[in-house]
C-alpha cells in the first residue's frame, strides 16, 4: 500500500513538473535580455533588463527613427570633410562632398551598420554630433528610458554611453510603429547607385541572421541544430564591440501577435540562440485576446439625481491583450460609472471599465451612451411643446378642413344656381 501511494506521488509530483516546465521562461545565455508584446509593451520573460549595458551599434535604432521623424526620404545630404577621416569600425566608404540621400544613409545605418552614415545623419539633422545626440537622450526620456544616456550617434565605444535590456526594447517598440523604419529593418538587401564620388553601386545585406542566413552556422535549439534564421523574423538590428559583446534586437510576428527581444553581451551566435527561445516561448505560451468587442452591451445604469431613469452602457472600442494561456479565466473585470447629468449626447463617455490579472490593470475601455439621453424635466417641457404644436396642427387642421369644406359647398352652391338660371331661361 505504502509503494502505491509512493508511486502516485511521483506520477503527480512529475504532472507538475512537467506543467512547470511549460510556461517556464527559457533559459538565457547573453547577460543581459528582455521579451516584450510589442502591443502593450507587457515583459513577458527576462534576465537582469534593467542591468546597465554598453549598446554598440544597437544605438542606430534610435539615430535611425529621430532621422526618419526629422526629415524626408528624399532630403539631399552632403558628407561632410571630417566624417569619413573620423570613423572607425564598419563603413561604407563615404567620401568628403559625396551627396547621397536620406533613404541610402538610412539603408547603410541599419543593414551593414556604416558608422559614418551615422555621423553624416547626426550632423545634418542636429548642425554637430553633440546637438544632435542631446535630441537622442530627449528622446530616450520622452519615452520612458530613463537608464540611457549616448554620448554619440553610432554605438562605438564610450563608458558613459550605455542603455538597458529594458529600455532598448521601450525604444524599439516605439521605432517599430514607424512604417518607413519598419520597412527599412525587414530589408535584406540594398543598392546604393552611383553617386557623384563613385563610379560604382554600393551593394549591401543585412548582418541580422534572423532575417538573411547564408552562412552554414548553427545554433542549438529545442534539443536540434538549426539555421539562426528565423521564419516569422520582421527585423531589426545587430551590434558588436569587445565591451558590448554580440547584442541583437529583434521582432517576429505571427498570428497577429508581435513581440521583441533584446539580447545583451552575447558571445558568437548565442543572441540568436537566446531570439530562437525567447520568441518561442513568447509564440507557444502566450495568445493575444479580445477582452471585449467594440459596442458590447455591458449593463444598464439607472440615474439617481432625480430622474429615475435608465441607460445602457456599451464599449467604445476593443481590448486585445497577449495572456499567458493558461491565465485567461483569471482575468477579472471592474465597472466604474462616473457622475451622470442629464442630457447626456450619444457616444458620451459615462465611465469605464477595466480588466486586471493578479492585481495589475491588462487596460481600459471607456464606456458610452449608444444614444441621447435627456432629463425628466426635458422631457416634460419636450411634451408640452409637443402638445402645443399637436393643437396648432389640430386648428391648422381643422381650419384647413373648414375653408376646404366651405369652398366645395360654394362650389356647389354656385353650380346649383347656374342651373336654376338655365332653366328658368329655357322655359322663358
Keep these: 500500500m505504502t509503494k502505491r501511494i509512493l508511486f502516485y506521488i511521483l506520477i503527480f509530483s512529475c504532472f507538475l513538473t512537467i506543467n512547470y516546465k511549460a510556461y517556464a521562461s527559457p533559459a538565457i545565455l547573453s547577460e543581459s535580455a528582455v521579451l516584450i508584446d510589442a502591443e502593450s509593451g507587457t515583459i513577458l520573460a527576462q534576465k537582469d533588463a534593467d542591468k546597465k549595458m554598453y549598446p554598440a551599434s544597437?544605438?542606430?535604432?534610435?539615430?535611425?527613427?529621430?532621422?526618419?521623424?526629422?526629415?524626408?526620404?528624399?532630403?539631399?545630404?552632403?558628407?561632410?570633410?571630417?566624417?569619413?577621416?573620423?570613423?572607425e569600425g564598419s563603413h561604407i566608404a563615404l567620401e568628403p562632398g559625396e551627396i547621397l540621400t536620406l533613404k541610402d544613409l538610412l539603408y547603410a545605418l541599419m543593414l551593414p551598420s556604416a558608422n559614418d552614415a551615422a555621423s553624416v545623419i547626426a550632423k545634418h539633422y542636429g548642425g554637430n554630433l553633440e546637438s544632435f545626440v542631446k535630441m537622442m537622450n530627449a528622446k530616450a526620456k520622452e519615452l520612458g528610458a530613463y537608464n540611457t544616456n549616448f554620448t554619440n550617434?553610432?554605438?562605438?565605444?564610450?563608458?558613459?554611453?550605455?542603455?538597458?535590456?529594458?529600455?532598448?526594447?521601450?525604444?524599439?517598440?516605439?521605432?517599430m510603429k514607424n512604417d518607413i523604419f519598419r520597412k527599412i529593418v525587414a530589408t535584406t538587401k540594398y543598392e546604393i547607385q552611383t553617386t557623384n564620388k563613385k563610379d560604382e553601386p554600393r551593394y549591401f545585406t543585412s548582418l541580422n541572421?534572423?532575417?538573411?542566413?547564408?552562412?552554414?552556422?548553427?545554433?542549438?535549439?529545442?534539443?536540434?541544430?538549426?539555421?539562426?534564421?528565423?521564419?516569422?523574423?520582421?527585423?531589426?538590428?545587430?551590434?558588436?564591440?569587445?565591451?558590448?559583446?554580440?547584442?541583437?534586437?529583434?521582432?517576429?510576428?505571427?498570428?497577429?501577435?508581435?513581440?521583441?527581444?533584446?539580447?545583451?553581451?552575447?558571445?558568437?551566435?548565442?543572441?540568436y540562440q537566446d531570439a530562437h527561445n525567447l520568441f518561442n516561448y513568447g509564440f507557444e505560451e502566450y495568445v493575444s485576446t479580445t477582452l471585449v468587442g467594440k459596442n458590447t452591451f455591458i449593463r444598464n445604469v439607472k440615474i439617481d439625481n432625480g430622474d429615475s431613469k435608465e441607460i445602457s452602457l456599451i464599449t467604445e472600442s476593443d481590448l486585445t491583450v497577449l495572456l499567458a494561456k493558461n491565465s485567461i479565466d483569471d482575468v477579472k473585470s471592474n465597472v466604474y460609472i462616473n457622475d451622470i447629468t442629464l442630457p447626456i449626447e450619444a457616444n458620451h463617455v459615462v465611465g469605464r471599465i477595466e480588466y486586471t490579472l493578479d492585481g495589475k490593470v491588462l487596460g481600459t475601455v471607456n464606456l458610452i451612451s449608444p444614444?441621447?439621453?435627456?432629463?425628466?424635466?426635458?422631457?416634460?417641457?419636450?411634451?408640452?411643446?409637443?402638445?402645443?404644436?399637436?393643437?396648432?396642427?389640430?386648428?391648422?387642421?381643422?381650419?384647413?378642413?373648414?375653408i376646404l369644406l366651405l369652398k366645395i359647398y360654394n362650389d356647389i352652391r354656385i353650380r346649383l344656381n347656374r342651373k336654376k338660371r338655365r332653366k328658368k331661361y329655357t322655359n322663358v
Excluded at 67 to 75: F, N, R, T, V
Excluded at 379 to 392: R, T
Design 58 to 87: 544597437l544605438t542606430k535604432i534610435m539615430t535611425a527613427i529621430l532621422a526618419i521623424e526629422m526629415g524626408e526620404l528624399s532630403d539631399v545630404i552632403t558628407v561632410d570633410e571630417d566624417t569619413p577621416y573620423e570613423i
Design 153 to 175: 550617434p553610432h554605438g562605438l565605444h564610450d563608458d558613459n554611453h550605455y542603455t538597458t535590456a529594458a529600455d532598448l526594447a521601450l525604444i524599439t517598440r516605439y521605432a
Design 209 to 271: 541572421k534572423l532575417i538573411y542566413n547564408t552562412s552554414y552556422n548553427q545554433i542549438y535549439v529545442d534539443g536540434m541544430y538549426i539555421s539562426p534564421y528565423y521564419e516569422y523574423a520582421t527585423g531589426v538590428k545587430t551590434g558588436y564591440t569587445p565591451q558590448a559583446g554580440n547584442c541583437l534586437v529583434a521582432s517576429a510576428k505571427k498570428d497577429g501577435t508581435e513581440l521583441i527581444a533584446v539580447m545583451m553581451k552575447g558571445v558568437s551566435l548565442e543572441m
Design 371 to 402: 444614444i441621447s439621453v435627456i432629463s425628466l424635466e426635458q422631457e416634460k417641457q419636450n411634451n408640452i411643446f409637443l402638445s402645443m404644436v399637436k393643437f396648432l396642427g389640430y386648428v391648422i387642421l381643422f381650419a384647413f378642413v373648414s
